[in-house]
């Protein structure tokens, strides 16, 4: 039977490209596009498209009985450096969007939930290296303070209500179709831009902080691996960890100059600087491996490669 899916957030970096991703796999039709602004024209055009905002409950059952909806892709989010500048908008976003979806789920008008986790859970306390699923978490960010605490209802609504909710802890996402947009880790996709304009670029993180990311195409993949597994596969209800590669601004710059050999990178730190420290600088996820098969594609060299290839036509 074909499943009808809704993407809230769908114009932002990760909405655009599930969008389009979902709407090839599936047929346009089924993949109702949703955010509280209309962004990319071409994916507004490319099927159905409702504004909506995701903390609005009336709205949000009424969209899903009338297209009867099965998925949602929970995607709207205000992410870490926006949410330390509206702590309480950022808390009221996160979370009244989570407990909307989970309780349509509880109520059993749709059967199945993705919501993204984050790197942002690990705190300044978390072992750094190799971060494991299960460690010490004590985000001192409002983002990551919101995500631990999603995890959580997550894994409840799951153990109480079997609600079939199924999370990834996202690290830094790069790509080239949509930018991201208030987040620690934006230096990472905002470099290649800058580097074909202007040959140069300005780093708001210090030139060693190595941040665990990921090219978008694996994280749409795994997106899309966790919501088709067997469900006695997702053993883990709260996040999976899940990485692919980890790098400085330095050494994304390197990999950067074998295109464009005159790039220069300088370091401005700014406030985002606090938020990088406390967070990992690389991830076991080995649980992703073992319980659904993930495996992460793109190292550092191919998605240059791919950034250029893309932003240059
Ligand atoms: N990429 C996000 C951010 O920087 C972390 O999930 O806020």
Same mark, same amino acid.
């Given at each position: 039977?074909?499943?009808?899916?809704?993407?809230?957030?769908?114009?932002?970096?990760?909405?655009?490209?599930?969008?389009?991703?979902?709407?090839?796999?599936?047929?346009?039709?089924?993949?109702?596009?949703?955010?509280?602004?209309?962004?990319?024209?071409?994916?507004?055009?490319?099927?159905?498209?409702?504004?909506?905002?995701?903390?609005?409950?009336?709205?949000?059952?009424?969209?899903?009985?009338?297209?009867?909806?099965?998925?949602?892709?929970?995607?709207?989010? +205000?992410?870490?450096?926006?949410?330390?500048?509206?702590?309480?908008?950022?808390?009221?976003?996160?979370?009244?969007?989570?407990?909307?979806?989970?309780?349509?789920?509880?109520?059993?008008?749709?059967?199945?939930?993705?919501?993204?986790?984050?790197?942002?859970?690990?705190?300044?306390?978390?072992?750094?290296?190799?971060?494991?699923?299960?460690?010490?978490?004590?985000?001192?960010?409002?983002?990551?303070?919101?995500?631990?605490?999603?995890?959580?209802?997550?894994?409840?609504?799951?153990?109480?209500?079997?609600?079939?909710?199924?999370?990834?802890?996202?690290?830094?996402?790069?790509?080239?179709?949509?930018?991201?947009?208030?987040?620690?880790?934006?230096?990472?996709?905002?470099?290649?831009?800058?580097?074909?304009?202007?040959?140069?670029?300005?780093?708001?993180?210090?030139?060693?902080?190595?941040?665990?990311?990921?090219? +978008?195409?694996?994280?749409?993949?795994?997106?899309?691996?966790?919501?088709?597994?067997?469900?006695?596969?997702?053993?883990?209800?709260?996040?999976?960890?899940?990485?692919?590669?980890?790098?400085?601004?330095?050494?994304?710059?390197?990999?950067?100059?074998?295109?464009?050999?005159?790039?220069?990178?300088?370091?401005?730190?700014?406030?985002?600087?606090?938020?990088?420290?406390?967070?990992?600088?690389?991830?076991?996820?080995?649980?992703?491996?073992?319980?659904?098969?993930?495996?992460?594609?793109?190292?550092?060299?191919?998605?240059?490669?791919?950034?250029?290839?893309?932003?240059?036509?």
């Amino acid at each position: 039977m074909q499943k009808n899916i809704l993407i809230i957030g769908a114009c932002g970096q990760i909405g655009t490209e599930l969008t389009f991703t979902l709407r090839k796999k599936h047929g346009s039709d089924v993949v109702i596009a949703s955010d509280i602004r209309e962004g990319n024209e071409h994916l507004v055009g490319s099927g159905p498209f409702e504004l909506l905002d995701a903390t609005d409950y009336d709205a949000l059952e009424e969209l899903v009985a009338y297209y009867e909806i099965d998925e949602v892709y929970l995607m709207a989010a +205000m992410l870490s450096a926006t949410a330390e500048k509206f702590p309480m908008r950022a808390w009221n976003l996160n979370m009244n969007s989570l407990f909307n979806v989970l309780n349509l789920a509880k109520e059993k008008k749709i059967s199945k939930i993705f919501w993204p986790s984050s790197i942002a859970v690990f705190g300044p306390n978390t072992p750094k290296v190799h971060t494991l699923q299960n460690t010490i978490m004590e985000p001192s960010t409002v983002y990551g303070i919101s995500k631990q605490s999603g995890e959580r209802w997550c894994e409840y609504y799951y153990n109480k209500y079997g609600v079939d909710v199924r999370s990834i802890r996202y690290p830094g996402l790069i790509s080239w179709k949509t930018m991201p947009g208030g987040g620690t880790t934006d230096y990472a996709v905002e470099i290649y831009h800058k580097a074909l304009s202007d040959g140069e670029y300005t780093s708001f993180l210090s030139a060693d902080t190595k941040l665990p990311m990921m090219f +978008m195409d694996d994280a749409i993949r795994a997106t899309l691996e966790v919501m088709e597994s067997d469900a006695e596969k997702i053993k883990i209800r709260s996040s999976y960890n899940l990485a692919a590669m980890s790098f400085t601004p330095l050494e994304i710059a390197e990999s950067i100059a074998i295109h464009i050999p005159k790039f220069k990178i300088s370091y401005q730190p700014d406030s985002r600087q606090a938020i990088a420290d406390s967070w990992p600088s690389s991830i076991d996820d080995s649980k992703a491996e073992k319980d659904w098969g993930w495996k992460a594609e793109f190292d550092l060299e191919r998605t240059t490669s791919e950034m250029f290839k893309n932003l240059n036509t």
